[in-house]
């Protein structure tokens, strides 16, 4: 909740600079505002690994769903007890199916909410907040630029 609240403030910052003409600025800020986007995002997986839990899943099923006219993805569902409740959460999908139905695998939890999940040793995961991170430092180094015009 509180990242939202930061994250709309930031962009309201970003308008009012855009507004008055600071485009160097505003690129500088809202790329800062992506970095920072990304940044919290890594602590946050990385904090579920260091400090979560770790126990073996069980993929249930695997679905395959259409994204698109010609394109699919295929989702696992996975399946685990944690103090004698099972939890079955969806991962992410692939474009080719990644893992098969009865697949075990090491899988960490947030203590504090179970079903906040992570397959261990999948890196997919990170892709995203990479490409966060490396807009934001595009489109503030666009800015700097911009200001040495």
């Known amino acids: 909740m509180k990242v939202r609240i930061v994250l709309t403030i930031a962009l309201i910052i970003a308008a009012v600079l855009y507004i008055l003409g600071q485009e160097a600025l505003f690129f500088i800020f809202i ?5 920072g986007a990304g940044g919290y995002a890594l602590i946050v997986k990385r904090s ?31 399946g685990y007890t944690v103090d004698g409740h099972t939890y079955e959460i969806e991962h992410h999908g692939s474009a080719k199916p990644k893992y098969k139905e009865g697949d075990t695998m090491e899988v960490v939890y947030s203590q504090s909410d179970p079903e906040r999940v992570r397959i261990v040793g999948d890196n997919f995961q990170y892709i995203g907040t990479a490409i966060f991170i490396f807009i934001g430092a595009l489109l503030s180094g666009f800015g700097i630029w911009v200001l040495t015009l």
């Open 48 to 78: 579920l690994f260091k400090d979560g839990v770790r126990v073996h899943a069980t993929i249930l099923k695997v679905e395959r769903k259409r994204l698109r006219n010609d394109v699919w993805t295929h989702i696992p569902t996975l």
């Open 31 to 35: 790329g800062l505002a992506i970095m």
